[in-house]
């Protein structure tokens, strides 16, 4: 028995204990809410792709088809009465203690893909995600709602903007996000890469003091001959990252890719974006909760987003971008052919919120 076996089951007696009373008031409650059993057992994917009953407090009615609730026409014609309480606090998930105890599960660990997820399942597989005993939590965005259709889109955004991007795809059930490693050539040769933040001998605490400003320096150090084009991409990510209210582009979301260090070194393809601005953020003293609508970094000694003609003016002075007005006009335009074309394709939640913040963010005014 591992000692990460043991740490679970102490941990389930500990849960066990303190929840006994709420787990019961919740069983009755979503037992006389609505028609059929308070547990729903749903069928899902474990380590080495084996299958296991999992089971939830039911939250969606009988009859609800068996697939990712985003795969729904209109989800919540399928909730229960007290169903959308139960998913928000996630309180549904109390009962996978019983997969924990089982050994089916771990506390932490990613999520378990449903039995039908034949496309995520495949992935998973692939990138060896299919090793790992699937947890009650784990970094796969439960957080932040659809992180990986949230990513897409912005880099879709990005692509379609003329940035350089690497290739990417969204899987066909949207739960996961893949990039292709951009610091291997085709020959199969390994590259340098150094972010921001290694590079100015910052820690990973401190990835999120410093400027837009002293990137923009650390390039025309770095970068030699590349430098002009690479401060004229930098200037693309900043205006993206203005554009969509990616509040997480920090020094480590910004590198340099090279061959040898005294070789051909550059900006690397932009990577790690995402609109932030939907998601809430929590003080971890106070727990009160805010929208994240500020930048990373600094740029002109403040990080709020800045007007058009602020950031025009940083293309201008700081990037020696001649017409960064036009960049900032493709990206408006991408914003809006990217959302028009892939509505189908998002959560229904995800499009209205990403529609509301891109279309207040734009910056051409």
Known sequence: MTIKRIFDLFLCMIAAIILAIPFLLLWLVVRFTSKGPALYWSERVGQHNTRF???KFRSMRI?????????????DQFLTPVGSFLRQSSLDELPQLWSIIRGDMSFVGPRPALFNQDDLVALRTQHGVDQLVPGLTGRNGEDYPFLAQNEF???EVARRAGLTVPPFWLSEDGGLFIMERFDVTAAGQRLGLEDMAVLMGKSVDEKYNG???????AVDVFCGSNSVESKARLFEYVALSVALRNGDAHLKNFSLIYDTPHGDVKLSPLYDVVTTMIYTIEHPRTVATKVDNTMALNMFKTKSYPLAQDLI??????????HPERIIERIEEAKRDTLAEYQSRIDPWLYRNLKSVWGGSGVTG
Do not use: W
């Open 153 to 155: 889109m912005c880099m």
């Open 53 to 55: 009953m999992m089971p």
């Open 211 to 217: 400027s837009i400003e002293n990137i923009a320096k």
């Open 313 to 322: 003016h940083f293309g201008q002075s700081v990037c020696m971008v001649k």
């Open 63 to 75: 009859g609800t088809p068996a697939v990712a609730t985003h795969l729904l026409k209109d989800p």
